[in-house]
């Protein structure tokens, strides 16, 4: 009892002196919308309301929470008297706990995708919203304050919304790029050489040979259940950079390589592919053939990935070869392209002209031992002609005598 007191007046002493504070400030008046100022950030949301017309309507910091949840002490804001106006902060990240552990509502929408998702015919935003709402301290039936209630929103592309990209392959994490957001997953891009996806590619120093089949899998991690893996474009680089203007599609949408083959894509949270190793015609007069294959990646809520995917069942041309002088190139977003390390292709040029001179040198001697042998054999001919006729010559001379 005695320490409700005490709390109760430690409460009054506080608020006798933020309105000291307060008094005669230009935003000592009563609350507005305007009063709250909302920071969408690509890790966190951020809250500041002026404090002075919280302490006008007769509240202070310690009432205000996040939708209500004022038993929670993640919920609640921090003052700031140093600022001008003095201001009470709220943030959290955005998370789907840290959403939920508030009670932050997060709604899914899907719409036509516009600027830089101006390529997607259909793009999924999450939008996340609450308030921030007061808590009446009076504890009889009846009161005089207003509610104080200020409510907040942020709208994020779904893709926006992935933590970082993971560019790996052979198993081995070669980088790791802030890719602006904070969700709850991890995209990795992984090679392997076997069908059921157990066997890390394992690259020979010299370089794989030509039509080597080989197995891509793009992978969300941390991902709640709600969410699949949509690929919507695959296509190799002779640049690391997945923006080289020369490059290759192993797959856009339909349009496929006559080598590719699809295997699950917006079903599951992986997604997969196989190949054949190939090489790039400007690496024509080298040994090796060196290329990266990227992926624009997006997540789709499961209900909506059906609509994503498009029909593939007409046959269409699916081989396109793309130059530097090609303008027609489709363009994806960069927010979630996943990459693969170098993939080498040995081209054999250097065995293929060793065997060549090979068997040239291996002709020329057979054919200097047959011409031996025939010289030999003709040198014998003459010879045991000539001895012959010497012989014929001297019995004739005998037998005269």
């Not at 009063?35 to 310690?62: A, K, T």
């Not at 790791?176 to 709850?184: A, H, P, Q, R, Y």
């Not at 499961?302 to 190139?329: A, E, G, M, Y």
Request: hydrophobic fraction near 35%; include cysteine.
């Amino acid at each position: 009892m005695w320490l409700t007191l005490l709390i109760h007046q430690l409460a009054l002493i506080l608020l006798a002196q933020a309105q000291n504070a307060c008094n005669g400030h230009s935003t000592f008046r009563s609350p507005a919308n305007s009063d709250i100022e909302v920071l969408c950030g690509s890790q966190r949301m951020e809250m500041q309301i002026l404090l002075c017309p919280i302490y006008f309507n007769g509240y202070n910091e310690s009432l205000l929470s996040l939708n209500s949840q004022h038993s929670k002490h993640e919920c609640k804001g921090t003052p700031d008297w140093s600022a001008n106006p003095p201001v009470v902060k709220f943030n959290f990240s955005i998370t789907e706990e840290a959403i939920n552990a508030c009670s932050s509502t997060m709604k899914v929408t899907q719409e036509v995708g516009t600027g830089v998702f101006a390529d997607f015919s259909s793009v999924q935003h999450i939008n996340i919203s609450g308030m921030v709402c007061s808590k009446d301290p009076s504890d009889g039936a009846i009161t005089y304050h207003q509610e104080v209630m200020y409510k907040f929103s942020c709208r994020y592309p779904l893709q926006y919304l992935v933590n970082n990209t993971e560019m790996s392959v052979s198993g081995v994490s070669l980088a790791v790029k802030d890719n602006n957001g904070s969700f709850v997953s991890t995209l990795s891009l992984r090679l392997f050489s076997d069908h059921g996806y157990s066997s890390i590619l394992r690259i020979p120093q010299g370089g794989l040979e030509l039509k080597t089949r080989i197995f891509v899998e793009v992978k969300a991690s941390n991902l709640t259940n709600r969410f699949n893996v949509v690929l919507d474009r695959c296509y190799a680089t002779t640049s690391p950079l997945h923006v080289s203007t020369a490059s290759y599609d192993l797959f856009v949408g339909c349009n496929q390589d006559d080598q590719t083959i699809m295997g699950v894509n917006g079903e599951q949270q992986e997604a997969r592919f196989s190949f054949e190793t190939f090489r790039f015609i400007e690496h024509t007069d080298d040994g090796h053939s060196t290329y990266y294959v990227h992926c624009a990646t997006r997540l789709c809520v499961t209900s909506f990935c059906p609509s994503l995917i498009q029909n593939c069942t007409t046959n269409t041309n699916s081989r396109r070869r793309r130059s530097v002088s090609d303008s027609q190139d489709t363009t994806v977003s960069d927010m979630a392209t996943v990459s693969s390390g170098p993939i080498t292709i040995r081209l054999d040029k250097g065995a293929q002209k060793t065997n060549a001179d090979s068997t040239v040198l291996a002709v020329s001697v057979v054919a200097a031992i047959v011409g031996a042998l025939c010289f030999s054999l003709v040198a014998f001919i003459v010879y045991h002609f000539h001895y012959s006729n010497t012989s014929f010559n001297n019995k004739s001379l005998f037998t005269q005598e």
